[in-house]
């Protein structure tokens, strides 16, 4: 089976730096995501790892270690609009399973 | 981009009706999937497919179907709703799951009374 661990809320400031934790444990491993979303929307694709090591798109970065299960994703220059719920999800075969999701709310 | 379009926003439904939820995709890609999001609980596959008239149940297909005739279409069936299916459900499809991820609907909120 799989378990997908991350904080359930976090709090940050405008313009400032934050990193989601992910842990998990699976059976099988295809990569890692990360997702967005914003209340009452679909969750929107942000990041794909397989290999250990960082990968940077913009304003997030998402690092995986899989010796030691475990992925960050990190917002910089944090912006209002970054105040939403992220979803780590590993994909063991076909299909994704989703950790529980951590709220950011970003203040000014 | 897959496009990945829910039929229906918003649906009530009684008790012991037999529910359709309708998810329809506009690119010729296999993979299609059915999740629904609870607060507190998080996306809980219920039935995923990678093909026409293939299904595979998820962690929680307890009193759901799905039906895949085209490729294109995929539907969750409720075969005879419960006030426990209340729920957020998302239909999501594949293309190059390694750069685009999946792609979600924007979701059918189900109330069952």
């Known amino acids: 089976g799989q378990n997908i661990d991350q904080p359930t809320e976090m709090t940050a400031t405008e313009g400032a730096i934050v990193q989601i934790n992910c842990t998990y444990q699976?059976?099988?491993?295809?990569?890692l995501f990360w997702y967005q979303q914003h209340a009452g929307e679909a969750p929107t694709f942000l990041s794909y790892?397989?290999?250990?090591g960082l990968e940077e798109k913009g304003r997030f970065s998402s690092f995986l270690s899989r010796s030691k299960g475990y992925s960050y994703l990190l917002l910089k220059e944090l912006q209002m609009k970054d105040s939403a719920s992220y979803l780590c999800?590993?994909?063991?075969?076909?299909?994704?399973?989703f950790g529980k999701g951590t709220s950011l709310l970003v203040t000014p | 981009d897959v496009k990945v379009t829910q039929s229906s926003r918003y649906l009530v439904k009684r008790t012991g009706e037999k529910v359709f939820l309708e998810c329809v995709q506009d690119m010729d890609h296999e993979n299609m999937f059915w999740y629904r999001q609870d607060p507190g609980l998080g996306l809980r596959l219920i039935y995923f497919?990678?093909?026409?008239?293939?299904?595979e149940k998820g962690d929680i297909p307890e009193g759901y179907s799905v039906s895949r005739e085209k490729k294109e279409r995929f539907s969750l069936i409720l075969e005879s709703a419960s006030t426990n299916q209340t729920s957020m459900y998302l239909c999501?499809?594949?293309?190059?799951?390694?750069?685009?991820?999946?792609?979600f609907g924007s979701g059918t909120r189900l109330t069952v009374v």
């Open positions: 999501a499809g594949s293309a190059e799951a390694r750069v685009y991820g999946y792609t």
């Open positions: 999800a590993v994909m063991p075969g076909y299909a994704l399973n």
């Open positions: 790892n397989v290999l250990d």
């Open positions: 699976t059976s099988g491993f295809n990569g």
């Open positions: 497919s990678y093909d026409v008239k293939m299904k």
